[in-house]
């Protein structure tokens, strides 16, 4: 084990970053500020990496998506391959339908490499722990929340595909506990013989 300090510097100023993004923002239908998610999520990657970038990226992945921050904000402040990562995490802007911007991210995230895998996964990882306890305690209530037209079957549905496009994330623990909470929280798929 190494004596000396670990270099934090990235991570800090990018969590500071995303402080002041999301500032005055709430989880929605939680009732407490926007960035603990983020730092959730960095949370999660942090189990697979101590990349100071993928921290950081983790951190900031929905600045660009859900503030009025830019990619080319992320990538002065950061670097490219910071700005890359938060790229693999950013949904489809426009008004496309719900399952045609769901399925875009599936395919763009399934195509991504391992690094932006993983960096999605600690938010797609922190989302469904939400949904599903959530779902224990508000049940079906809990599916107005979203915009989806078919509300439970759609949001099994992204997330399925998530697990399939994650799938080269097998050996890590973050994805073994998201096959289970898609399970616990959604009827399992039959299989046919």
Do not use: C
Not at 51 to 79: C, K, S, W, Y
């Amino acid at each position: 084990m190494s004596n000396s300090p670990l270099d934090t510097s990235l991570f800090d100023r990018a969590a500071v970053f995303a402080i002041n993004a999301h500032s005055g923002i709430e989880r929605r239908g939680k009732g407490f500020p926007y960035i603990i998610h983020p730092f959730e999520a960095a949370a999660i990657v942090a189990t697979i990496t101590n990349d100071p970038e993928m921290l950081a990226a983790a951190v900031l992945h929905d600045t660009v998506e859900d503030t009025f921050v830019t990619d080319e904000q992320i990538e002065r402040e950061f670097g490219p391959r910071v700005a890359r990562l938060v790229f693999h995490e950013t949904a489809p802007h426009g008004f496309l339908p719900w399952r045609e911007k769901r399925l875009i991210q599936i395919e763009k995230l399934r195509n991504a490499p391992r690094d932006g895998k993983i960096v999605a996964i600690g938010d797609k990882l922190s989302n469904l722990r939400a949904i599903s306890s959530d779902y224990s305690m508000i049940g079906d209530e809990l599916w107005k929340r979203f915009h989806a037209p078919n509300g439970k079957t759609d949001i099994e549905w992204y997330y399925r595909g998530l697990a399939d496009a994650f799938s080269d994330l097998s050996d890590t623990v973050p994805y073994q506990e998201f096959l289970l909470l898609l399970d616990k929280t959604f009827t399992p798929q039959q299989t046919n013989p």
